[in-house]
């Protein structure tokens, strides 16, 4: 076995000569913004398919990290993936579609909502790997570019809640 000293992209970028300056929020340093949901209630008797709008971020945006928690429901989980934003703007939807979805299960999928602790769901589903976290949300996610505006992180009910009541929050770190 061999001893192995692996540098990353913006290491390497930083040891060459002349340094090669690193992006901003990709590899470079970024000033962080939090954005937190407040809390969505689950309603009781939400049916496959129903959706809890979170938290809404800048298409361009490069998400770090998406935490998740919920008090206790008696069944239920969700995706959670990203929506164009229903704010009108651009000719996208006022409300929330299942044409609005760009991508259902992007960061996460079947998330049990029976009391979950603050979770990291990031990359729970596999797909929004570090690779991605490097890159602005619209590339990230498949666009062939930037469609401008908002989107909105939203969960879509996979497995119905039953009695609901629970309080569900999220809270998203990313740079711009």
């Given amino acids: ?18 340094v090669v300056p690193n992006t901003a929020g990709e590899g470079g340093p970024a ?17 496959v398919n129903a959706t809890y709008q979170f938290v809404r971020v800048p298409s361009n945006c490069k998400i770090k ?6 008090e206790t429901q008696a069944a239920g989980a969700i995706d959670i993936g990203l929506y164009y934003a229903t704010d009108g703007e651009g000719g996208k939807p006022t409300a929330l579609l299942a044409a609005a979805a760009i991508d259902q299960d992007f960061f996460a999928s079947a998330v049990t909502i029976t009391a979950v602790a603050i979770t990291d769901v990031t990359n729970e589903s596999g797909t929004y790997t ?38 569900m929050g999220m809270t998203v770190n990313f740079t711009v």
């Fill in 1 to 18: 076995m061999a001893v192995d000293h692996v540098k990353s992209t913006p290491i390497t970028n930083l040891d060459a000569n002349p």
């Fill in 130 to 167: 570090p690779l991605k976290r490097n890159q602005p949300l619209w590339q990230a996610v498949g666009l062939s570019s930037d469609p401008g505006g908002y989107f909105d992180i939203v969960g879509t009910v996979t497995t119905a809640i039953t009695t609901g009541t629970g309080k």
């Fill in 31 to 47: 000033p962080l913004v939090s954005v937190s949901s407040g809390d969505v209630v689950g309603v009781a008797a939400s049916s």
């Fill in 65 to 70: 990290q998406i935490l998740f928690d919920t």
